[in-house]
Structure formats: structure tokens, C-alpha cells
């Protein structure tokens, strides 16, 4: 809540007081603001935000994009964290939900347990935040979109994080260690596009089953985009499968 301090002489006329009004001092610029969205674990203690509209629908919250919206980065090693599960170490909420009115989670965590959470993928979330402090993160419920499957290029930028360019724009995906890798090669392990296309179906598509962490490692041996087929999910931006592509197999 913003304060308006503004001091007055007792003997002031009533126009002295305006004008001393006028001075008085400005909001603070740390008043907190709040952002709903996926959360992306980017450190220990550090989640990554793009700000979305939301709409809820008890019991859920349905999650739009904001056009030109800038990503957040905020740090919640001390923030109030509350989950929609009915215990702070559940996975899934197996059919009962702690929510209030709002469709906010309820059940008291430690933030702990919204690293646990962030390990598995990201998180639809209602954030208040000071600056680049999180000051209370809750959990809820969100109306999950399709998943798309597009072919383009893909540009490491992190060991979590890929620039995708394709059907037009491009996006930054993120991926954790559910994501499947298939390969051209002939090991998960080899370069990208390392040798013959020993794995590559007839439109050059790999279909060697290997993880992400082998997808991590062959991304790195190679400074520009390569070309891929990737399985995601729009607004949640999330990369479920990457199949790597010989154009000429």
C-alpha cells in the first residue's frame, strides 16, 4: 500500500498546505507488483517469468501471452510459497486441491518445496514481487495448451534453454531431463550429425531413442542453429522432443 506523507504548519493557511502537498515525498518504487505466468527454475534459488494475462474459471486459471512482454527474473530463496496440493511434497495433487476463492494454492510451503517442483518443469504461478525479490509465490491450477510439432532450427543458450526459429518467429524453449532426444547417429553420444545417418527414417528425421542430457552435450559441439522437429508446448514454452534431422538421409 502506498503512503502519502505530507507535513502541514499549524499556523498554514490552507493554500500554504496544498502547496506543501505538492512536495510531498513520491511512492516507493519497491511497491510490490504482481505477475502471473510459468515459472522456469534459471539457479538455485532463481526463477525466469514472462508475464501473461490470466482468466479463471474455477478451478482453473487459463493463460494468455502478452505481446512485447519482457521476462522477469526474480529470486524467491525468501518468499512465501503456497502450493494447490494438499502437502507440500505431492507431486500431482491426486484429486484434491487446496485453493481459495481465487483459485490460489493454499497450503503452506518452504521454498524448498518450489524447487522440487520447478526440477519436474515449469510452474503456472501467481508471483508478488519487490524489485528482483519474489516476496510470495503461489501455485495454481492452469489449463494446459496443445502441444505443437515444428520443424526450424534450434540455437543453444544454456544447458536448459534453446532459441527455436520456425513457422516464422522465433522462440526461447526450455526443456528438462523429461525431455526425449532422437538421433541420426549412430551413438547418443556422438556430435551432431556425426557420421552416416545410420538412425535417420526416409525424411531424415532420427529415431534413436536418446535424453536430454545427450541432446545438451551434442548442441555444444556446434556454434550455430541445426536444424530439428520439435515437440512443444505454446505460452508454456516448453520443449517436450526434439528429433534431430539429416535434410539429405
Not at 534459471?42 to 525466469?48: D, L, P
Not at 518452504?110 to 519474489?134: F, I, K
Not at 491450477?141 to 510439432?149: D, E, G, N
Request: glycine content about 8%; overall charge positive; proline content about 4%.
Amino acid at each position: 500500500m502506498r503512503l502519502l506523507v505530507c507535513a502541514t504548519a499549524l499556523s498554514a493557511t490552507a493554500l500554504s498546505a496544498t502547496a506543501l502537498c505538492a512536495f510531498a515525498v513520491p511512492a516507493n518504487a519497491a511497491d510490490t507488483k504482481i505477475v502471473y505466468g510459468y515459472a522456469w527454475a534459471t539457479g538455485a534459488t532463481e526463477i525466469r517469468i514472462t508475464p501473461m494475462t490470466a482468466t479463471y474459471r474455477k478451478p482453473l486459471h487459463t493463460f494468455k501471452a502478452v505481446s512485447g512482454a519482457k521476462e522477469l527474473r526474480l529470486d524467491y530463496a525468501k518468499a512465501a510459497f503456497r502450493r494447490v496440493t494438499v502437502a507440500c511434497d505431492l507431486k500431482e495433487t491426486e484429486g484434491r486441491v487446496a485453493i481459495d476463492r481465487k483459485g490460489l494454492g493454499t497450503t503452506v510451503c518452504e521454498p524448498d518445496a518450489l524447487t522440487d517442483q520447478l526440477a519436474a518443469g515449469p510452474r503456472p504461478v501467481r508471483v508478488e514481487y519487490r524489485g528482483s525479490e519474489a516476496v510470495k509465490i503461489n501455485e495454481v491450477l492452469a489449463k494446459w495448451p496443445a502441444s505443437r510439432t515444428v520443424r526450424g532450427t534450434v540455437k543453444r543458450v544454456d544447458d536448459t534453454t534453446v532459441l527455436f526459429t520456425g513457422a516464422g518467429r522465433t522462440l526461447k524453449l526450455g526443456y528438462t531431463n523429461l525431455m526425449s532426444f532422437a538421433r541420426t547417429t549412430k551413438r547418443c553420444g556422438d556430435g551432431w550429425l556425426a557420421g552416416r545417418p545410420v538412425n535417420a527414417d526416409k525424411h531424415g528425421l532420427g529415431k534413436k531413442a536418446c535424453q536430454s542430457r545427450d541432446f545438451t552435450k551434442a548442441l555444444k559441439s556446434v556454434g550455430h542453429p541445426v536444424l530439428v522437429q520439435v515437440d512443444y508446448t505454446p505460452d508454456v514454452n516448453e520443449l517436450s522432443g526434439v528429433r534431430e534431422v539429416f535434410r539429405d538421409a
